[in-house]
């Protein structure tokens, strides 16, 4: 049962409303003109589950978090949802509350036996804070994600602690956005785009009828561990044992490390003209954007690891049935990803990375622990760098992509930023990561390095180098009208 107990904030904001009361405690800051109230939170009353395992890409987060030694808010991620405007603050407490029911990783807490095991529990009942920010309507959305940073800056705990944090930023109380924060351990960036749509759903039908039902993890665990899981499964391990066996050896040379301490530097470059390059690359090669970006992304660390065929770690989400496609939890795990580089411009290599990510795609369902020992068994690793690679593309806007012109991409390469974003020992056992994100109208890439690999001016080297390889190879296409996108 959902106790919809959730007061109109709005009394806060100048409006009457006699038949609702709210205690609240405030907060300015006068900088932003916010005005911050504790709100009821959610309460939803359900019996208390039984602990039970984690699904296979539960255990993996959990592992690389366990690596961080308690500093694993990096872990966490963020997501902020633009509201129908119609919507009241009652509507808003009801469908975030039939979300936070209808998927349990959202109100369970997570811990590790004594004999290893990873398990997670449903809380029963559970009670969840909203926050409620109040802004105006031009600053609504900067507010929204500055709280959602904050937010996000804090390490949950999970053994005790709902994975979820929320708030909801109105303008003279009416809901404008809503912020959403949650540990990696419960929800992946797939997730999250679930959760707004049915976010949505919810606000502008009140029902999630025609949608199939959310599995639990319990369901999903044993789907995994089924017989069709396991044949799944030994496909995925074996995959990855022959495929690190025939892969040549990476290494960097000692000259581009430059040891620092902290140790590990993430450097960023926010760029323009990255968009409208890889647009054009897409047009002329027929594969998605992220193909494109792939095949650019393994030419570079195949440069600088001195190998035609380097490995990277990718991410994939493994949501194309169900009930996966239904669940927010994760589900994403990493994929090996390799691809032929030699004797290619990019063009060509972003459709071989088209066609090679299928298999990286076909073999990403696995329990890790046990592909871990079966790497190490069979000696397939050649050296640290052929697991240590990865590229994850967050872009959470994958609409085709507008095609540059060559003038356009000449004068946009020259207002890239660089900058440094992160220096710290907190690491994982990543020596290369590169990050592919929208900043407005610009990609943003972060490369993450240990600076025994990579120095700092090996870092920004090779970040400005991947750019001016799209860049170049845009303009060496034949030019095209203007307007047409690419895919």
Same mark, same amino acid.
């Given at each position: 049962m959902i106790t919809a107990s959730f007061p109109s904030v709005a009394s806060l904001f100048l409006r009457k409303q006699q038949d609702e009361r709210l205690t609240v405690t405030h907060e300015r800051d006068?900088?932003?003109? @916010?005005?911050?109230?504790?709100?009821?939170?959610?309460? @939803?009353?359900?019996?208390?589950?039984?602990?039970?395992?984690?699904t296979w890409g539960q255990r993996a987060i959990w592992d690389a978090m366990a690596d961080l030694d308690g500093r694993d808010q990096q872990f966490n991620l963020s997501w902020v949802i633009s509201l129908p405007a119609s919507t009241t603050p009652l509507a808003?407490?009801?469908? #975030?509350?039939?979300l936070v029911q209808r998927h349990e990783s959202l109100r369970s807490v997570y811990g590790k036996a004594a004999d290893g095991t990873v398990w997670y529990r449903p809380l029963g009942p559970v009670r969840i804070p909203v926050r409620w920010l109040e802004a105006s309507d031009e600053e609504a959305g900067e507010v929204a994600e500055k709280f959602a940073s904050e937010m996000k800056s804090h390490s949950f705990r999970h053994e005790s602690e709902p994975p979820l944090r929320i708030a909801v930023v109105g303008? *003279?109380? /009416?809901?404008? *956005?809503?912020?959403? #924060?949650?540990?990696?351990?419960?929800?992946?960036?797939e997730g999250l785009r679930l959760v707004e749509r049915e976010l949505i759903r919810l606000l502008e039908k009140d029902s999630l009828e025609s949608m199939p039902s959310a599995p639990t993890l319990l369901e999903l665990t044993r789907l995994q561990r089924s017989e069709r899981g396991r044949r799944e499964a030994e496909r995925s391990i074996n995959y990855w044992v022959e495929t690190l066996r025939k892969a040549p050896p990476?290494?960097?040379?000692?000259?581009?490390?430059?040891?620092? =301490?902290?140790?590990?530097?993430?450097?960023?470059?926010?760029? &323009?003209?990255?968009?409208?390059?890889?647009? #054009?690359?897409?047009?002329? =090669?027929? #594969? !998605? !954007?992220?193909?494109?970006?792939l095949a650019?992304?393994?030419?570079?660390?195949?440069?600088?690891?001195?190998?035609?065929?380097p490995c990277l770690m990718v991410m994939f989400n493994n949501r194309l049935r169900e009930p996966y496609r239904s669940s927010v939890s994760p589900v994403a795990l990493e994929g090996l990803f390799t691809v032929d580089t030699s004797g290619a411009d990019l063009i060509e290599l972003a459709r071989r990375a088209a066609y090679a =990510?299928?298999?990286?795609?076909?073999?990403?369902?696995?329990?890790?622990?046990?592909l871990l020992t079966r790497i190490e068994d069979s000696g397939a690793d050649h050296t640290p760098l052929n697991r240590a690679c990865w590229f994850n593309d967050l872009r959470t806007n994958?609409?085709?992509?507008?095609?540059?012109?060559?003038?356009?991409?000449?004068?946009?390469?020259?207002?890239?930023?660089? &900058?440094?974003?992160?220096q710290t020992d907190a690491h994982g056992h990543e020596a290369i990561t590169v990050h592919l994100a929208e900043s407005g109208d610009r990609w943003e890439v972060t490369l993450s390095a240990d600076t025994a690999v990579l120095g700092?001016? =090996?870092?920004? /080297? $090779?970040?400005?180098?991947?750019?001016? $390889?799209?860049?170049?190879?845009?303009? /060496?296409?034949?030019?095209?009208?203007?307007?047409?996108?690419?895919?």
């Open positions: 006068p900088a932003h003109r @916010i005005t911050s109230a504790s709100v009821p939170g959610i309460f @939803i009353e359900l019996p208390e589950g039984k602990p039970a395992p984690v808003v407490h009801r469908a #975030v509350s039939a303008t *003279l109380g /009416n809901p404008r *956005l809503v912020a959403f #924060v949650v540990s990696h351990l419960v929800a992946d960036f990476m290494s960097t040379d000692p000259a581009l490390g430059d040891l620092r =301490s902290p140790r590990h530097w993430k450097g960023s470059l926010v760029s &323009r003209a990255l968009p409208g390059a890889v647009g #054009v690359l897409t047009r002329e =090669s027929r #594969v !998605s !954007s992220a193909a494109v970006v650019g992304v393994s030419w570079a660390v195949g440069r600088y690891t001195g190998t035609h065929q =990510s299928l298999s990286t795609y076909r073999y990403a369902q696995y329990s890790k622990p046990e994958r609409e085709p992509l507008q095609p540059a012109q060559a003038e356009d991409l000449e004068r946009e390469i020259e207002r890239s930023v660089f &900058r440094w974003v992160e700092p001016r =090996s870092i920004q /080297n $090779a970040l400005r180098e991947l750019e001016l $390889a799209f860049v170049e190879a845009a303009r /060496n296409c034949r030019p095209e009208p203007h307007g047409a996108p690419a895919g």
